[in-house]
């Protein structure tokens, strides 16, 4: 069974600009959660998706969003880019029924974005 | 508030040696509680679970967790070692019948010489 897939892996952005980040879910898996990884704030929950609607959200500015397709593939955006935004990327997926909150997630191995 | 403490940066271990990584959680109510594992450059791999039952979970890789619900504490415990078990570990708790985001500590680098 395909696990967690991300892509990009790698990216360089310079400030101002925006990225899309994509994510699928491993096959039947309906949650979809994103995270953001740096060395000085560890990881950090960004939002939750299940079913098309974003169920939780982290604190995050509005710059950050995120989507789910009907497919469970989610993608998230960050606009007007900010170097603090220079960070790992993950996004994992459960399968996201009935009893959600005791089923381990299962993560991508990320997107590292750099912004210059 | 939620919240989770991994109390070490670090821990240093030889091989074939026990190791311990600590975690201490604060939530309301009985909580979730998860290790993962994260080898450079990769995302987390999910090595355990405590739901509720017995107190010593068993994982992946031979790793096992103590539950103790008087010290909110989820120690991560190995008997014996392995160079290949360097990585970094981090502890995660989601409350129980939340919406519930994980909330993840700061992570403990293990490091395991020959």
């Known amino acids: 069974k395909a696990g967690v897939t991300q892509t990009p892996r790698y990216l360089i952005k310079t400030r101002g600009q925006q990225v899309t980040l994509s994510c699928s879910p491993i096959?039947?898996?309906?949650?979809v959660s994103w995270y953001q990884q740096t060395p000085g704030q560890g990881l950090q929950f960004l939002f939750e998706?299940?079913?098309?609607?974003?169920?939780n959200k982290g604190n995050f500015p509005g710059r950050f969003s995120g989507r789910q397709f009907s497919n469970s593939r989610s993608e998230m955006n960050v606009s007007t880019l900010e170097l603090g935004d220079s960070a790992l990327y993950l996004c994992a997926s459960s399968l996201g029924i009935r009893d959600r909150a005791n089923q381990p997630q299962h993560f991508g191995d990320g997107t590292r974005l750099s912004i210059l | 508030a939620q919240s989770v403490a991994q109390p070490e940066d670090q821990v240093n271990v030889a091989e074939g040696n026990p190791l311990t990584v600590k975690c201490t959680y604060s939530v309301s109510g009985n909580p979730y509680l998860f290790w993962y594992v994260q080898y450079p450059n990769r995302g987390l791999q999910f090595l355990l679970k405590?739901?509720?039952?017995?107190?010593l979970v068993k994982g992946s890789y031979g790793f096992e967790a103590e539950f103790n619900k008087s010290q909110t504490s989820f120690h991560l415990k190995k008997p014996s070692a392995l160079v290949s078990d360097s990585a970094l570990y981090f502890c995660a708790v989601r409350g129980r019948g939340s919406q519930g985001n994980l909330i993840f500590g700061k992570g403990t680098k293990l490091s395991v010489k020959p």
């Open positions: 096959s039947g898996h309906r949650s």
């Open positions: 405590y739901i509720t039952g017995d107190n």
């Open positions: 998706y299940f079913s098309e609607t974003q169920r």
